[in-house]
């Protein structure tokens, strides 16, 4: 049985909503407090044993290739300074795991994000973290959550969340039998359905743990919601054989692709830093 060692993250989006903050960098560059979202996605992934960490870029890659790189003349300049402690984790990150870019040439959905890293991914069960959905737990991140399911059931797992019901269209749905607390085996899967046509309101967040034959359905997934591939039509496929759970995750989670989901998570995370450091 093989541990998961590799997370994808799809950071290829335009990030509109954010404009003019994201004209000239992804809007997983974007900060809670002091630290960039895929900063916080990177760090989740490293917490469930990841050490491979894999990005599908866009316009603005730089921003990322140069966050995640050893900055000799930066750490020279702050080193013996109180600043010193702010690039500490980063630091860490950047020297114990390892960073692999491909870029995704048109914006064809999420599917083809998820599709165009194959490269980087080859043969084996993979995460994939969406870093604008920012999440905070009391104990395993979301990521080592779902880990431990996939090592229990080797097949893909997502995690959910409830949502109320009039905002099925802004997430993919699941429905699915539950086998015990919380753990569900998929049956269906709709794309950001209307309420009136949505199967429930178990609505999928950005991570997941994917066997490698997503890639061959991916390939054969016709163009769905918006006329973009998705990740969800492929999972469907992948329900239809029973091979697909999902879990509502132990925790809280931010909309950090909403301008309100942003600035919750930055009040959120200001409180929570300035009371440890009270
Ligand atoms: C994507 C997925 C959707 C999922 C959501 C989670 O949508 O397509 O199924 O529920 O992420 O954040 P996006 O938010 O990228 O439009």
């Known amino acids: ?17 954010f404009l003019p903050a994201t004209k000239a960098m992804p809007k997983e560059m974007l900060p809670v407090v002091n630290k960039p979202l895929i900063q916080y996605g990177v760090e989740e992934a490293a917490r469930a044993g990841i050490a491979d960490m894999a990005f599908v870029t866009g316009r603005g890659e730089r921003a990322l290739k ?37 870029r995704q040439l048109e914006a064809r959905g999420l599917g083809h994000a998820i599709l165009t890293g194959e490269t980087l991914i080859g043969d084996q069960a993979f995460a994939v973290l969406l870093a604008d959905d920012f ?12 880990a431990a399911i ?3 059931y080797q097949c893909s797992v997502v995690a959910i969340e ?4 009039a905002e099925t269209s802004n997430y993919g749905i699941i429905a699915g039998e539950e086998l015990g607390p919380g753990l569900y085996r998929v049956s269906e899967m709709v794309e950001k359905p ?9 609505a999928v967040i ?6 490698p034959d997503i890639f061959d359905i991916l390939r054969s997934t016709p163009p769905g919601r918006n006329n973009e ?6 999972l469907k496929t992948q329900a239809q054989n029973g091979k697909v759970l999902a879990w509502r995750f132990r925790g809280r989670r931010f909309d950090c692709g909403s301008v309100p989901g942003f600035m919750a998570a930055n009040e959120f995370a200001w409180r929570r830093q300035s009371q440890s450091t009270a």
Not at 162 to 165: A, H, L, Q, S
Not at 194 to 202: I, K, R, S, T, V
């Open 66 to 102: 140069d966050h995640f790189a050893v900055s000799h003349e930066l750490e020279r300049r702050i080193a013996g300074s109180e600043r010193e402690s702010l690039l500490e984790d980063l630091c860490r990150l950047v020297r114990e795991c390892h960073f692999s870019y491909t």
């Open 194 to 202: 209307e309420p009136g046509e949505a199967p429930g309101n178990l």
């Open 135 to 146: 999440c905070v737990t009391e104990d395993a991140g979301v990521l080592a959550q779902l």
């Open 150 to 152: 996939y090592d229990e």
């Open 229 to 234: 591939i998705q990740i969800t039509d492929a």
């Open 1 to 17: 049985m093989k541990p998961i060692r590799k997370c994808l993250f799809p950071a290829a989006g335009y990030g509109t909503r």
């Open 162 to 165: 409830e949502v109320p019901k």
């Open 206 to 211: 950005g991570r997941y743990i994917l066997t």
